[in-house]
T-cell receptor, first 112, second 115 residues
Framework: GENVGLHLPTLSVQEGDNSIINCAYS??????FIWYKQESGKGPQFIID?????DKRQGQRVTVLLNKTVKHLSLQIAATQPGDSAVYFC???????????FGKGITLSVRP | DAGVIQSPRHEVTEMGQEVTLRCKPI?????LFWYRQTMMRGLELLIY????????DSGMPEDRFSAKMPNASFSTLKIQPSEPRDSAVYFC?????????????FGSGTRLTVV
């Protein structure tokens, strides 16, 4: 069959609204999680992290929520701005293999 | 700190040619990672080093790909011979988990086009 490109899911939000980006992680033993932002033409950049002994962490305009029961991670962006348009990746770290495992990525598109 | 430095930023080469991508990690970081990003497969880990020693190269696509880290401040990823399907953005990243922060710092990437 014909190969198709990796179509990332897209979240479209109005400028000024709050955004919620969700991620399901795979390993219940993961003990550290990071959200990365990748703008066009750049490498992924750190946004915020959270350890497994926490369920919420806040940064500047961003909040990460962790639900270990259902292995779910979310990134909330308050008052979304055009500069927030990017691909967002969640990543999980498991001490056993000493490396991050990245999710597929979600595209955030901000409408002016 | 200048961050992770990759060169070149863009590389266009003909099929069959040898390509060498370079990376300078952040000083003091003891882990170095090479990733490839394409629309087809997303972000793929190719190989990573700890203290200049390759730890896991299971992501290297085939024998045409090789990576070295001769010292703590320099690594190369070589493709010989290159093929059009190698066209992608290649990222280098480094980390120092002993600080308690397990995240990676990525370079700006090398966009490789093989024609």
């Amino acid at each position: 069959g014909e190969n198709v490109g990796l179509h990332l899911p897209t979240l479209s939000v109005q400028e000024g609204d709050n955004s919620i980006i969700n991620c399901a992680y795979s390993n219940s033993a993961s003990d550290y999680f990071i959200w990365y932002k990748q703008e066009s033409g750049k490498g992924p950049q750190f946004i915020i992290d959270i350890r497994s002994n926490m369920d919420k962490r806040q940064g500047q305009r961003v909040t990460v929520l962790l639900n270990k029961t259902v292995k779910h991670l979310s990134l909330q962006i308050a008052a979304t701005q055009p500069g927030d348009s990017a691909v967002y990746f969640c990543a999980e770290f498991t001490g056993a293999n000493s490396k991050l495992t990245f999710g597929k990525g979600i595209t955030l598109s901000v409408r002016p | 700190d200048a961050g992770v430095i990759q060169s070149p930023r863009h590389e266009v080469t003909e099929m069959g040619q040898e390509v060498t991508l370079r990376c300078k990690p952040i000083s003091g970081h003891d882990y170095l990672f090479w990733y490839r990003q394409t629309m087809m497969r997303g972000l793929e880990l190719l190989i990573y080093f700890n203290n200049n020693v390759p730890i896991d190269d299971s992501g290297m696509p085939e024998d045409r790909f090789s990576a070295k880290m001769p010292n703590a401040s320099f690594s190369t990823l070589k493709i010989q011979p290159s093929e059009p399907r190698d066209s992608a953005v290649y990222f280098c990243a480094s980390s120092n988990p002993s600080t308690g922060y397990y995240g990676y710092t990525f370079g700006s990437g090398t966009r490789l086009t093989v024609v």
